[in-house]
T-cell receptor, first 115, second 117 residues
Framework: ETGVTQTPRHLVMGMTNKKSLKCEQH?????MYWYKQSAKKPLELMFV???????ENNSVPSRFSPECPNSSHLFLHLHTLQPEDSALYLC??????????????FGQGTRLTVV | AQKITQTQPGMFVQEKEAVTLDCTYD???????LFWYKQPSSGEMIFLIY????DEQNATEGRYSLNFQKARKSANLVISASQLGDSAMYFC??????????????WGAGTKLIIKP
């Protein structure tokens, strides 16, 4: 069983659809993250949750709505997306969010295409 | 200004040769951490190696080592005896020590490494 699991792996949605991305970690970590990876751009941190509380929201449009019901699960709810939102969405977890040397463990990502 | 610069968008290396991937960073913090990750075509980011700014020795993890030159603000990744499975994107990242940074990882744009048989 992999440490961080993301579903679905691929998603195609229309601009009027509502969908959700799911992330689950089996590592006992306290912090979880959503990142957006667009072609030829550095990874963009979207949201950080520490002990199920959101600690960071990097000016992400409201059409992206995160949810962290417990320390093992993280969702990203999507609605009325734009074609420029097409990207690879990566979920990650780490032991703590505020520790210098803590590495993050990533899922395989959801490849999202908005048509 | 970019905080993490990876100047090599792509590299081709012959199998079994050593390869150096460049990373320079920009920070005014005295305390910071540097990370390297590998991203194969399957998508997940795989942690490779970490170097703390106060670490006196260069970090090593198996075939990976980090050539840390603090005065030059560079943290190059060295892969010895490259293998076909090393073909992937490689990302350098930094975490600064100031509280107002919220300890976020700042990422470079990546280097695509292709190992030739």
């Amino acid at each position: 069983e992999t440490g961080v699991t993301q579903t679905p792996r691929h998603l195609v949605m229309g601009m009027t659809n509502k969908k959700s991305l799911k992330c689950e970690q089996h590592l006992g970590h306290n912090a979880m993250y959503w990142y957006k990876q667009s072609a030829k751009k550095p990874l963009e941190l979207m949201f950080v949750y520490s002990l199920e509380e959101r600690v960071e929201n990097n000016s992400v449009p409201s059409r992206f709505s995160p949810e962290c019901p417990n320390s093992s699960h993280l969702f990203l709810h999507l609605h009325t997306l734009q074609p420029e939102d097409s990207a690879l969405y990566l979920c990650a977890s780490s032991q703590e969010s505020f520790q210098m040397n803590t590495e993050a463990f990533f899922g395989q990502g959801t490849r999202l295409t908005v048509v | 200004a970019q905080k993490i610069t990876q100047t090599q968008p792509g590299m081709f290396v012959q199998e079994k040769e050593a390869v150096t991937l460049d990373c320079t960073y920009d920070t005014s913090d005295q305390s910071y951490g540097l990370f390297w990750y590998k991203q194969p075509s399957s998508g997940e980011m795989i942690f490779l190696i970490y170097q703390g700014s106060y670490d006196e020795q260069n970090a090593t993890e198996g075939r990976y080592s980090l050539n840390f030159q603090k005065a030059r603000k560079s943290a190059n990744l060295v892969i010895s005896a490259s293998q076909l499975g090393d073909s992937a994107m490689y990302f350098c990242a930094m975490r600064e020590g100031q509280m107002d940074s919220n300890y976020q990882l700042i990422w470079g744009a990546g280097t695509k490494l292709i190992i030739k048989p």
